[in-house]
T-cell receptor, first 112, second 114 residues
């Protein structure tokens, strides 16, 4: 089954404790992306990747890191999480940048 | 940053009726892509419809169609014969033709009333 998986689905952590949210797709997609969704703000793109080793900043990259060492994986790293990073996070992938994006199920992150 | 505006935070429609969700955007570019995504209560984001700006014909997918007014920078979504399963948050999104970044609106929460 074609899908985008994210782990964990839910995470409660404390300020400053490094964490990684994993994202994996099994569709051999070139383009991958991370978004955060906040009430009243819609979705905002954090980082995106056009291919392996090619990543670029979206609208709200501060406080986040990503890597694309393999085509299928695109982890989101929060080196020192802060409460303002409490949000719902989505990973997405598409065959090409303007094609249909397939979204993961979301990760609900709470930073205390 | 690119601006995508959805001016209707919430809407409701009777089952089997037609509803139109509005979206406007701000750009000086001539070529770009526009999208509508749906997020039902399950939170799973799903593409509803996609439009390329250079195509004059409005995109249609079954009960979903768009009214693309390029000069007015408007991209509204029409849902015909609304069904209970259409209850969801709907997001309008924009991408430059030569760009790699997505810009989403703030969403419209649609409730279909039985």
């Amino acid at each position: 089954e074609a899908q985008v998986t994210q782990n964990p689905r839910y995470l409660i952590t404390v300020t400053g404790k490094k964490l990684t949210v994993t994202c994996s797709q099994n569709m051999n997609h070139e383009y991958m992306s991370w978004y955060r969704q906040d009430p009243g703000l819609g979705l905002r793109q954090i980082y995106y990747s056009m291919n392996v080793e090619v990543t670029d900043k979206g609208d709200v990259p501060e406080g986040y890191k990503v890597s694309r060492k393999e085509k299928r994986n695109f982890p989101l790293i929060l080196e020192s999480p802060s409460p303002n990073q409490t949000s719902l996070y989505f990973c997405a992938s598409s065959a090409d940048r303007a094609d249909t994006q397939y979204f993961g199920p979301g990760t609900r992150l709470t930073v205390l | 940053a690119q601006t995508v505006t959805q001016s209707q935070p919430e809407m409701s429609v009777q089952e089997a009726e037609t509803v139109t969700l509005s979206c406007t955007y701000d750009t000086s570019e001539n070529n770009y892509y526009l999208f509508w995504y749906k997020q039902p209560p399950s939170r799973q984001m799903i593409l509803v419809i996609r439009q390329e700006a250079y195509k004059q014909q409005n995109a249609t997918e079954n009960r979903f169609s768009v009214n693309f007014q390029k000069a007015a920078k408007s991209f509204s979504l029409k849902i015909s014969d609304s069904q209970l399963g259409d209850t969801a948050m709907y997001f309008c999104a924009f991408m430059f033709y030569t760009g790699n970044q997505f810009y989403f609106g703030t969403g419209t929460s649609l409730t279909v009333i039985p």
